[in-house]
């Protein structure tokens, strides 16, 4: 133990089968979409947003992080949510072109579902309800008690994150057709609930998961669980943060789109005027000849 901290470690069988499941999917994907040539090789831009995110994921799941975050700081475990809903999610996301998911399309039934749970409503309410349904402090005590569920706990808001995310920046046309403008008001307001449980938690002075052991040193320093839970609340107003970043390129993309649209009546409006003077110019010489 350093500075009081739990650094041991411990075996997360189920998020180590979870972490090596996605690889193992993701390089039979590659390789079978590969066969033949019909698609492209993977740009290596992808293939490190997929390191990176499997890294990520390793790195909050299963190093000594994990047992802090379920045991001594829930400043910790926020960190935890931050990093697999904010990061891991979307890096996941940018790591699939869509060749490597177009199979999920041929199938009716997988197709059915896919467009199902890839609607905005649905993925944010999924994942929001997910998230809040997880931070209930009687289930998320039972969560502490049981390193098994705690697990199941961070997996299933990390895959709900990546349906949260799909909306903005998922792969699969098919399944992300919103105008940009709809983008914009999707990421507004999707963060919102998750955004009221970060107040609640920053300005409550009401200590809601009392399992956790602040260690001494910390307490000493000033650090206790009312402190613990504010840095909480303010880590998990980081996605809060990032919404606002993707909107920004949201907005500009729609007013470059509005000019191009602009651009192009013009456009057409000039070739119009052009065609009506050269049928009038046409009509008078014909008018002269006669």
Known sequence: ???GLDYSWHLNLISLLALALICLLYILGIRLAGRGGAHPPLNRWRLAAFISAIVLGAFVLLTPLDTVAR???FAAHMLQAVVLTTLCAPLLLAACPDWLLQPILVQPVSRAIAQALTRPLVASLLFNLTFLAWHAPVIYNAAQRNTALYQVEMLSILFMALLN??????PLRELRNLSYPIQMLYAF???QPVDILAFLLVFTG???YKQ???PQPFIQFGYTAVADQTVAGACLLVPGLVDLVVMSPLFFRWLAQIEQQAKLADQ???EEEEAEEEEEGEQMEAQQQG
């Open 1 to 3: 133990m350093l500075n």
């Open 71 to 73: 045991t001594q700081l």
């Open 165 to 170: 995310w799909w909306p903005l920046i998922g």
């Open 189 to 191: 307001l999707d963060g």
């Open 206 to 208: 009401t200590v809601f």
């Open 212 to 214: 956790y052991v602040i």
């Open 268 to 270: 057409r409006r000039q």
